[in-house]
């Protein structure tokens, strides 16, 4: 309740959670309630971009697909990738950091390095190199490259902690009473680490939504004609579509409010988690 009442504090962090909400509903309504097929080509409006109207209240792509459709279909996909690559990301550099912090002395030190060969290269483009050389576009595979490439930061928080925590108390009585050296890992000292975790997983599905977004736009990450707010960014870059503002206005607004929304929420966990710690 502490926790709470601290986060309650910020409205700004509020703004986010509403904001997430929304695009989470569209997200799984969306589907549901689109006017148009998100795929189906309009031979009618074949070749002309039509404005935000009444019939299309976000307008039409250059194969007269409603934009509206294919915006609430793509932020499933999108937020599919955010949080899924997250569970992945936030799973393995949980275990790596808390296995590195537990063994300490060589051990320690050679998987950090290890951390630290891998974050010296920007994860985006290890993505790209990775999609690029497997050929693999479907969405399981981005997931999985986008995770198991984004979990350092998260090794490096989760080893921290548990490097101050094994030196605690609680951890030397459990380890006197007999507790194996797993037990003492798992029931103990990553519980106990998690509150960095948390906010790092707030800040890393904005991330990974933007790294999506990034290689659908570069036609690496998910295939037409499956929407997504990266391919349909690449969409409104076609030289016959230049002018039509709301090609581009509709994906990346969305993208920048779910960003913006993940931070907020990032901002004040990080703010509520950190005064909780700091009382006890």
């Not at 509020?14 to 148009?36: F, S």
């Not at 950091?97 to 060969?117: E, N, Q, S």
């Not at 890992?185 to 790092?200: F, G, M, S, T």
Request: charged share 10%; aromatic share 6%.
């Amino acid at each position: 309740m502490r926790f709470l009442r601290r986060y309650l504090r910020r409205p700004a962090s509020l703004v986010g959670v509403g904001i997430v909400l929304a695009i989470v509903l569209i997200a799984i309504l969306g589907p549901l309630l689109v006017p148009y097929s998100p795929i189906a080509i309009s031979h009618a409006l074949l070749g002309s971009p039509q404005p935000p109207s009444l019939a299309h209240p976000l307008g039409t792509d250059i194969l007269g697909r409603d934009e509206l459709s294919r915006a609430m279909v793509g932020a499933r996909i999108s937020l599919t990738v955010g949080f899924a690559a997250m569970v992945v990301a936030i799973v393995v550099g949980t275990l790596y950091g808390a296995i590195a912090g537990a063994a300490g002395g060589v051990v320690d030190g050679t998987m950090m390095r290890v951390v630290d060969a891998l974050l010296s290269f920007p994860t985006f483009f290890l993505v790209i190199a990775v999609e690029a050389l497997t050929n693999k576009f479907a969405l399981g595979i981005i997931i999985l490259v986008i995770g198991l490439l984004s979990w350092m930061g998260v090794a490096r928080l989760v080893r921290a902690e548990v490097l101050s925590l094994r030196e605690r108390d609680f951890v030397a009585a459990a380890q006197a009473l007999g507790a194996a050296p797993p037990r003492v890992l798992l029931r103990h000292l990553i519980p106990n680490a998690l509150a960095p975790v948390i906010v790092a997983a707030s800040f890393a599905v904005g991330d990974n939504i933007l790294t999506e977004a990034g290689l659908s736009f570069l036609g690496l990450g998910v295939q037409v004609p499956t929407p997504s707010w990266g391919n349909m960014l690449q969409d409104a870059l076609l030289p016959a579509v230049r002018s039509a503002w709301w090609l581009v206005a509709t994906p990346g607004l969305l993208i920048i409010l779910t960003l913006f929304g993940f931070t907020l929420i990032g901002d004040g966990l990080s703010y509520a988690l950190g005064s909780s710690s700091a009382r006890r």
